[in-house]
T-cell receptor, first 117, second 113 residues
Framework: GAGVSQSPSNKVTEKGKDVELRCDPI?????LYWYRQSLGQGLEFLIY????????KSGLPSDRFSAERTGGSVSTLTIQRTQQEDSAVYLC???????????????FGPGTRLTVL | KNQVEQSPQSLIILEGKNCTLQ??????????LRWYKQDTGRGPVSLTI?????NTKSNGRYTATLDADTKQSSLHITASQLSDSASYIC????????????FGGGTRLMVKP
């Protein structure tokens, strides 16, 4: 597709379960970002991948959160032993290079709405 | 600490009216500033980007201004339409290595008929 896609669009899970969220970036984009957006709040950076470099995990809130990017394309964000405070929209974005530069606009996916009961 | 503050948090206006959203930042060293529009249930979409040397940038009915001295930006929406109802997010990029983006909390705009 032409844009960033994410799946599932909605996920309801029980406290303590593990969840996996998927992101398909725009083809050819080397940088991929994960953000969390709680209701009425701004975007919270979680992790980013840039090419073959080690990911920047500085935004992950706890060791229950992890992410991987296989083959420089698809990424999976995993949350283990989910807690109610993990409920949020998880947004993925990709860019040609490291985001922020004039020619490296971030393109966002529609997000996955996670609800932990 | 790099911070981006937006005001107001929410705003309700009547269709056809103008409005101005504010963004103050303390990001340093400054590289550029973007305004994004986020429709409900969608990811943010870039409206404008401005560098240090740019004072104003327009995109249709959206006009962004930047005062790099006072570290303030505004987004002015002219002749608002119902479809302008969305959250508007200010994002400032710094020139440091690593994750360079700082997001504001957004302004939630509702345009009523």
């Amino acid at each position: 597709g032409a844009g960033v896609s994410q799946s599932p669009s909605n996920k309801v899970t029980e406290k303590g379960k593990d969840v996996e969220l998927r992101c398909d970036p725009i083809s050819g984009h080397t940088a991929l970002y994960w953000y969390r957006q709680s209701l009425g709040q701004g975007l919270e950076f979680l992790i980013y991948f840039q090419g073959n470099s080690a990911p920047d995990k500085s935004g992950l809130p706890s060791d229950r959160f992890s992410a991987e990017r296989t083959g420089g394309s698809v990424s999976t964000l995993t949350i283990q032993r989910t807690q109610q405070e993990d409920s949020a929209v998880y947004l993925c974005a990709s860019s040609k290079g490291l985001a922020g530069g004039l020619n490296n606009e971030q393109f966002f996916g529609p997000g996955t709405r996670l609800t932990v009961l | 600490k790099n911070q981006v503050e937006q005001s107001p948090q929410s705003l309700i206006i009547l269709e056809g009216k103008n409005c101005t959203l504010q963004c103050n930042y303390t990001v340093s060293p400054f590289s550029n500033l973007r305004w994004y529009k986020q429709d409900t249930g969608r990811g943010p979409v870039s409206l404008t980007i401005m560098t240090f040397s740019e004072n104003t940038k327009s995109n249709g009915r959206y006009t962004a201004t930047l005062d790099a001295d006072t570290k303030q930006s505004s987004l002015h929406i002219t002749a608002s339409q119902l479809s302008d109802s969305a959250s508007y997010i200010c994002v400032v990029t710094n020139n440091n290595a690593g994750n360079m983006l700082t997001f504001g909390g957004g302004t939630r705009l509702m345009v009523k008929p």
